[in-house]
């Protein structure tokens, strides 16, 4: 007996017919019941194959932690420091450049940037560091400063996470990287009130990521940005992000991937206790990004933080992230990135090739509208040299 509930049927026959689902039928694929989330699966790997190569793929990538100093304070992060504290620490040029030659030596494309927000607003201490030691008034101009070292001397695509930034500051970063991201995490409000996981982080605020986003679309930045899941949202708030990740999108056509991040609880933190989504729960997030997205969006999910991440793959997902050979996800360094050939293997068993990516999407290389002119030759030169099938979305 078919007990799925008739406004999600409708949703996903829309889907499958390649429809654009509403807003109520995109409300209508949270919390599934029961048998409906293997429906929800199916539906969002058959609007992906349907469309899309036989290939899932990533980024050979370098991770960077130019400093792990932030004004904010979420309740969930280990990531940042306070200044001072033993394990605090700010990159020197020397640290970035050697961790970027040893990637390019393997085989490494891309150098991920992930800092703190405007740690200096907190710490003038450490502004005062910045000047004295490396000649720079703030922590962005240091980036653009590293960015534009690392693209010159050893041909890595930069990748800058860079938090919060202003019109001028963005487009400075789009003259020495090919791609920007950030991520949403979440649109609830209600996150950020007492006791909320971002209580006292003033740029989780929903409204300032997603201006923020806004001007990234409005500048043709190349953007990765995403949900986070388990910090307490509801299902209809997830559904509410991707929205307004597609409502951004369908504005100014700049977001090249949707990545769903599972919430890992990290001891010495105020959510160490909080219990972490399922890897069912994942599973149909990635399907609901799918199926609100549509085909052509690629839809993500970092396979090191699921300790069985092959099913995700039955979900409509198309890429795993950035994998390192070298360093490791300092953001969350419990967990360590699968191996390549294992998971070329994984993919190979599921009917994919894994392929591998740059940092900027190919359909995004092709465009004179979305690449400075300082990077553009870099990018097309690069994708040459990689898998023919994505070269020719490049060309």
């Avoid at 960077?64 to 620490?89: E, K, M, W």
């Avoid at 703030?138 to 930034?165: K, W």
């Avoid at 997902?317 to 994984?346: C, H, M, R, Y």
Wanted: aromatic share 6%.
């Amino acid at each position: 007996m078919d007990r799925t509930r008739p406004e999600l049927k409708e949703a996903l026959h829309a889907a499958l017919e390649g429809e654009r689902l509403s807003s109520d039928q995109s409300y209508a694929l949270a919390d599934p019941i029961g048998a409906e989330q293997a429906q929800l699966w199916s539906a969002a790997a058959t609007v992906r194959d349907r469309h899309r190569p036989g290939a899932v793929t990533y980024s050979r990538k370098v991770f960077i932690p130019l400093t792990n100093l932030c004004r904010d304070v979420c309740s969930y992060c280990t990531f940042a420091h306070d200044d001072g504290a033993p394990r605090a620490h700010t990159m020197s040029p020397e640290e970035v450049l050697q961790v970027a030659e040893t990637g390019a030596q393997r085989g490494c494309k891309e150098a991920l940037f992930t800092l703190g927000d405007r740690p200096e607003a907190r710490w003038p201490e450490y502004r005062a560091m910045l000047k004295r030691r490396y000649g720079h008034d703030s922590t962005h101009a240091y980036l653009v400063a590293m960015c534009r070292e690392v693209f010159d001397q050893t041909g890595l695509l930069p990748h800058p996470n860079a938090g919060i930034l202003g019109r001028r500051e963005l487009a400075e970063l789009r003259e020495v990287s090919p791609s920007q991201g950030m991520m949403l995490e979440t649109v609830s409000e209600r996150l950020c009130g007492p006791g909320g996981p971002h209580e006292h982080a003033p740029d989780k605020r929903p409204a300032t990521r997603l201006k923020m986003i806004e001007r990234c679309g409005e500048l043709r930045i190349p953007f990765t940005s995403g949900i986070l899941i388990g910090i307490s949202e509801t299902a209809a708030e997830r559904i509410s992000a991707l929205l307004a990740l597609r409502e951004l999108h369908e504005r100014h056509g700049h977001i090249q991937e949707v990545i769903v991040q599972n919430f890992r609880a990290k001891p010495e933190t105020p959510m160490a206790e909080a219990g972490e989504p399922s890897l069912l729960d994942l599973m149909t997030t990635c399907a609901q990004a799918r199926l609100i997205f549509g085909p052509e969006m690629s839809v993500q999910a970092p396979p090191n933080l699921s300790s069985d991440y092959g099913p995700l793959l039955l979900a409509g997902i198309n890429d795993w992230g950035g994998i390192s050979p070298l360093t490791p996800d300092f953001v969350n360094p419990e967990a360590p990135w699968p191996k390549l050939d294992q998971l070329a293997q994984l993919c190979e068993e599921a009917g994919y090739a894994l392929r591998e990516r740059l940092t900027v999407y190919p359909e995004f290389a092709a465009r004179d509208d979305f690449l400075d002119e300082n990077v553009r030759d870099r990018v097309r030169e690069m994708y040459r040299g990689l898998d023919r099938t994505l070269v020719a979305l490049a060309a």
